[in-house]
């Protein structure tokens, strides 16, 4: 097996390993899809409930009150493919959930400062509903795939059915008890329904995961080049990154150059998003060799991860799944039928 096996600059693919299990969505997603899940299913319980929740009353009232919130934050990560949050988002909803809690809670508060949180969080919900509705267009190009297009619509009507049914119920005046009921039993059966269309939109997600678009780049200097030929030598002749305390200092020493030269050169000369990805790459690469060779059979998984240079087993199994799409002990069994 080829010690550059998961380069990027090369054209090798990785090994396959067979596996049952289903693609796992970004953390990131699964995160918002916890919170929204959570928010939702404490909605429908009070509602369900109603004076028969007792004193999960306020905890599922408390659960409930940011669901708008958490649901944009979801719809943000089902169409931008960034690892983490924008902090402003956060804030965002962390201040129609705090707003949200107070007003549950009352807390003694009356009067205009009352009044101000209340139209706080009112406002701030009324914004992330809007918000969500802009999200799936995030990114929307002709050249798209069109399973992913119809996708995007398909979520921008749903949401409309659902969370404009659900706005309706609210601020109808209702007359009679019958009416207020069954404008609750609407919230409900709308609130339920999102539930399983989020899971839903999450399972598409997981099987057609967006990319974040690829930046050009200048092409390197000449100086840049042989510099990328050097650092290639040492990852691959001299074994440097399975020193499990190395770091750009380093190998800027070792090669006599600049640290943001030698950084310079692992984005631009290498292709890697960073200098950790650079190392994990070359260090799953010679683990994939090791566990391969029927010479290294009865070498334990952790010292190979040690030979690697991974610190412990456990950030070894993390980074190696990510790169292979496999456990250690799976991607093993699976080399040993092979042979």
Not at 5 to 27: G, H, I, Q
Not at 110 to 129: C, K, M, Q, W
Not at 248 to 275: I, Q, W
Request: hydrophobic share 45%; aromatic share 8%; with cysteine.
């Amino acid at each position: 097996m080829d010690l550059t096996l998961l380069s990027p600059n090369l054209d090798s693919a990785p090994a396959s390993v067979p596996t049952n299990r289903a693609p796992r969505p970004p953390a990131r997603l699964r995160a918002h899809w916890a919170l929204t899940t959570a928010s939702l299913v404490c909605f429908v319980l009070g509602q369900v409930l109603g004076a028969r929740a007792g004193a999960l009353a306020t905890p599922l009232a408390i659960g409930g009150v940011a669901g708008c919130g958490f649901s944009w934050l979801l719809t943000r990560a089902l169409f931008d493919p960034a690892e983490h949050d924008a902090r402003w988002s956060r804030i965002v909803v962390a201040v129609v959930f705090l707003t949200g809690v107070i007003s549950v809670l009352g807390g003694g508060l009356t009067g205009p400062v009352a009044r101000a949180i209340e139209n706080t969080h009112g406002l701030g919900s009324s914004t992330v509903l809007l918000l969500t509705f802009v999200e799936p267009f995030n990114g929307f190009r002709g050249d798209l795939p069109a399973t992913e297009k119809r996708f995007r619509l398909i979520y921008v009507a749903v949401y409309a059915v659902l969370m404009g049914s659900s706005v309706l119920a609210v601020n109808q005046p209702f007359a009679s008890a019958p009416e207020r009921d069954f404008a609750e039993l609407v919230k409900t059966i709308c609130a339920s329904a999102a539930t399983l269309f989020c899971a839903g939109a999450v399972w598409f997600r997981a099987r057609h995961p967006l990319t974040a678009p690829a930046r050009r780049r200048a092409a390197p200097s000449a100086d840049d080049a042989q510099l990328t030929a050097r650092l290639e030598r040492l990852l691959r002749e001299e074994g440097v990154h399975a020193s499990p305390n190395l770091k750009v200092a380093d190998l800027a020493r070792r090669l006599g150059e600049p640290e943001y030269k030698v950084s310079r050169c692992v984005t631009s000369g290498l292709g890697f998003a960073n200098f950790n990805q650079m190392l994990n790459s070359y260090r799953i690469a010679r683990a994939t060799e090791m566990l391969a060779d029927p010479a290294l059979r009865e070498r334990s998984i952790l010292l190979i991860a040690l030979d690697c240079g991974f610190a412990s087993i456990g950030p070894f199994n993390r980074a190696f799944k990510a790169a292979t799409g496999a456990t250690p002990r799976a991607f093993r069994a699976a080399a040993r039928r092979e042979v």
